[in-house]
């Protein structure tokens, strides 16, 4: 694989401590595409999962403690801004039920590209117990981090397989990430469909 990738390579070999560092905003901040650009360069040997694997624990770890308590202070001080209400808009949005289930809310939050960091936010705001948000986020967030991390490893080692050009690589990877977020598109709207479902059932007294 080395002579097919040389460039790059030698391009993140040199500046490893910063492809590190970005990976860790990476999934800090968005998450799933950075753990499945991560689980491509571990594959093809550019980065070294040693470093890869610590660094997606502490960047999700981190982004899991510091939401919450953003929330939470923002919410102390600022009940009324606007941040807070687009997060509160966004969550119920998609998960209309998470006064009533916090745990699984959170928990299915994960599979709702572009709702999880709102999630977290709204989790402190609303002062959901923290044991509780911790769990759900815990072991939602390992489910996560390994299907994210071992599609990378796959599309990958797919690419790869079946042609050894770079170009041919790169654009079939791009083409794996594109319909992975059509798919999660489709999560998103089973996941509203279901829970309009949900909400609308009528509750035994």
Not at 62 to 85: A, D, H, Q, R
Not at 127 to 156: C, R, T
Not at 160 to 180: D, E, K, P, Q, Y
Request: proline share 3%.
């Amino acid at each position: 694989m080395h002579h097919l990738f040389g460039p790059i390579y030698s391009f993140v070999d040199a500046h490893s401590v910063l492809a590190y560092f970005v990976l860790f905003l990476g999934v800090f901040w968005e998450g799933e595409i950075s753990l499945i650009i991560a689980g491509v360069l571990v594959h093809l040997q550019m980065l070294s999962p040693v470093f890869v694997v610590p660094i997606i624990i502490l960047a999700a770890l981190s982004k899991t403690i510091l939401g919450y308590y953003v929330g939470e202070y923002v919410g102390k001080k600022f009940p009324n801004s606007k941040f807070l209400k687009f997060f509160e808009r966004k969550v119920l949005y998609f998960l209309p039920r998470f006064k009533e289930k916090p745990f699984w809310s959170i928990f299915l939050s994960k599979c709702i590209y572009g709702a999880n960091n709102a999630t977290i936010v709204f989790a402190g705001y609303v002062g959901v117990d923290f044991k509780k948000y911790f769990k759900a986020e815990f072991f939602s967030s390992l489910i996560w981090l390994g299907i994210m991390f071992g599609l990378g490893l796959f599309f990958s080692a797919t690419a790869l397989s079946w042609n050894h050009g770079i170009r041919t690589f790169v654009l079939t990877v791009l083409i794996f990430i594109i319909l992975f977020m059509f798919v999660q598109k489709l999560i998103n709207l089973f996941i509203e469909i279901f829970e309009d479902m949900d909400s609308d059932m009528p509750t035994s007294s």
